[in-house]
């Protein structure tokens, strides 16, 4: 008799908690968060996936905004930090190289100080935003490599400003701008002939 009991009581949990509830949850982020239930996806003007605004991706040309440096390149598989600490030899080498890099890049900028955020990776490696400091840090250079007219330059610097998300109920993160979304409406900038 117990075992009877069990085995109902097993089965009835089991399509409950293993069918009806996931099924809820499911419909209901499709209904009321279509666009995060889909992965926050996208889109460029061909309606082709190029990305997820909830993934950073790797931007290394000079013609891009760059965005944090990650340990594990970017990859979602193997996302995380290098786990180095403020006193590791490796940590304080990379950061080196990571500003003399940036020096080189940005001569324009040489008296000012690069943003934290392009020396050290973050936590998940995956970071998808940057800072809108950050975003001005490297503007000169986007400028000059995409050769930009100066109603472009003036397009471009507004663009950050308009895409410049603020701290969300304006007292949790910070200020920040949707690297993907920056880069795709640098490419929209560029593609105007004006």
Known sequence: MRIGVAVRLLVVMTLLLGGIYPA???????????????GSLVKNEKNEVIGSSLIGQKFNSEIYFWGRPSASDYSGATSGGTNLGP???SLLKE???REKYLRE???AEEAGRI??????ASGSGLDPHIAPDTARFQLKRVIQARKFSKKQAYDLT?????LTEQPQ???????????LRLNQELDRIASQNY
């Open 24 to 38: 809820l949850v499911w419909v209901g982020g499709r209904l009321l968060f279509q666009d995060q239930a889909a």
């Open 87 to 89: 006193t590791s030899q």
């Open 95 to 97: 950061v080196e190289e």
């Open 105 to 107: 890049k940005h001569p």
């Open 115 to 120: 943003p934290d955020e392009l020396l050290f």
């Open 158 to 162: 507004e663009a950050i400003e308009k």
């Open 169 to 179: 109920w304006e007292v949790l993160g910070e200020a920040r701008i949707n690297l």
